[in-house]
């Protein structure tokens, strides 16, 4: 499976995410970009950089827990997901992508949730619900932290008991125009936010308790032509 994820990551330039143990007790969640196998070590081991920074890691197959990329591309109708959380959807309209962010459970299918009849379904970006247990695929949260670089930034936040904000409100300090997405599952909301390299956090609206947030890289007309080069590669095998 490790491979197999490597191998889409090298051929479409994708990224990866990833969760991984140097001792098999704790774990250490990546994403990594300029993925490709080792030229020193062999294909059990690879390399990548991690998002915002120039500096190559290493890294052995054997130790990985968890992978996946971080848009899969979508090449049938209705999909059926195998696992819960919340995914951020690419969608095609006439000249423009769109996005949209979601919960699905174990089991349902693309168009549960999804019911735009003009937009073509392009990719999905994956990420478990905010917990105790899957709190190492998120970021911890500071205030005085500012973004690394233009992506969504997913947040997961609870409001302060009698806290009543517009949904538009939440997160005004970034200026988020049309790409401001939310929803909201067991008392957590999940707010997606089109972030700009170097935008600050430090102006948070009273009342929002951030608990963490989760990095998704902008999928784009680059992604789009290779995931049309795919397309076209599967209709001809056919």
Not at 156 to 171: C, H, K, N, Q, W
Request: hydrophobic share 35%; proline share 2%; aromatic share 16%.
């Amino acid at each position: 499976m490790v491979k197999d994820v490597l191998d889409k990551a090298i051929k479409t330039d994708g990224i990866v995410e990833m969760e991984y143990s140097k001792d098999g007790l704790s774990s250490k969640f990546y994403q990594l970009c300029k993925v490709g196998y080792s030229l020193d070590l062999g294909d059990n081991c690879f390399c990548g950089c991690p998002i915002g920074s120039e500096k190559e890691l290493t890294f052995r197959i054997d130790k990985v827990k968890d992978i996946q990329l971080t848009w899969d591309f979508i090449f049938e109708e209705n999909i059926q997901f195998v696992k819960c959380g919340i995914y951020v959807l690419s969608f095609m309209g006439d000249n423009y992508l769109e996005f949209g962010l979601y919960n699905y459970d174990v089991g349902e299918k693309l168009l549960d949730h999804f019911h735009f009849d003009l937009w073509t379904i392009q990719a999905y970006h994956y990420i478990p619900y905010y917990s105790e247990v899957n709190k190492n695929h998120w970021f911890s949260f500071n205030k005085s932290d500012r973004a690394k670089q233009d992506s969504f930034y997913i947040f997961a936040y609870t409001m302060e008991p009698g806290i009543s904000v517009e949904l538009e409100d939440r997160f005004d300090f970034l200026l988020t125009g049309d790409d401001f997405k939310t929803t909201e599952h067991l008392g957590i909301y999940y707010t997606s936010i089109l972030v700009r390299k170097g935008d600050s956090f430090d102006k948070i609206n009273k009342g929002i308790n951030i608990l963490a947030y989760s990095i998704c890289p902008k999928y784009s007309y680059d992604n789009l032509g290779v995931h049309n080069d795919i397309m076209w590669e599967l209709s001809h095998k056919k």
